[in-house]
């Protein structure tokens, strides 16, 4: 009886112990790393693969009910012409809500949000927007007088 005892005593918190609430309220972190393949070669421009990285901040108002913002940007993509070198960098932040169908350990959610974001593409090169202005020796090497 005593043994008896002495094991459901400790098969309940030990139960307790590994019990976890995985649909409580409150904030979450989170960050990610990631590699970014390109899909954007167009125009004789051959662009090479990126890494991207990510922040997120969420909150749980309630157990179906979450907010998140999300922050995630694509280092350079390097791009190469005849004639030029393109880099192009992506970045992109948003405000989701987050509805929670199930709220054990496997939670799937429907997210709707909105966001803004912005790609800057950079052209250096003879007939990009980004060259370095001539000197006077590369005028005087092309045959052109300088004044």
């Known amino acids: ?7 459901l005593t400790v098969f309940a918190l030990a139960s307790a112990a590994f019990a ?3 649909a409580r309220n409150g904030p979450a972190l989170g960050a990610s790393v990631g590699f970014a393949i390109e899909d954007f070669d167009d125009g ?3 662009f ?3 890494g991207a990285a990510g922040a997120t901040l969420s909150y749980r108002v309630h157990p179906h009910i979450g907010l998140e913002a999300r922050f995630e940007h694509t280092f350079n993509f390097d791009g190469n012409a005849p004639f030029n070198d393109v880099d192009v960098n992506i970045w992109n932040l948003t405000a989701n809500g987050q509805i929670f ?7 799937p959610y429907f997210a709707l949000g909105f966001g803004i974001g912005q790609a800057e593409v ?4 003879p007939f990009g927007g980004n ?4 000197t006077r020796s590369d005028a005087s090497a092309s045959g052109s007088t300088a004044t």
Request: proline share 6%; hydrophobic share 40%.
């Open 48 to 50: 090479d693969n990126s």
């Open 1 to 7: 009886m005593i043994r008896s005892f002495v094991f």
């Open 44 to 46: 004789g421009i051959d």
């Open 131 to 134: 060259a370095p202005a001539p």
């Open 101 to 107: 169908i199930l709220t054990g350990q496997f939670q």
């Open 122 to 125: 950079d052209v250096h090169g």
């Open 20 to 22: 976890q609430d995985y």
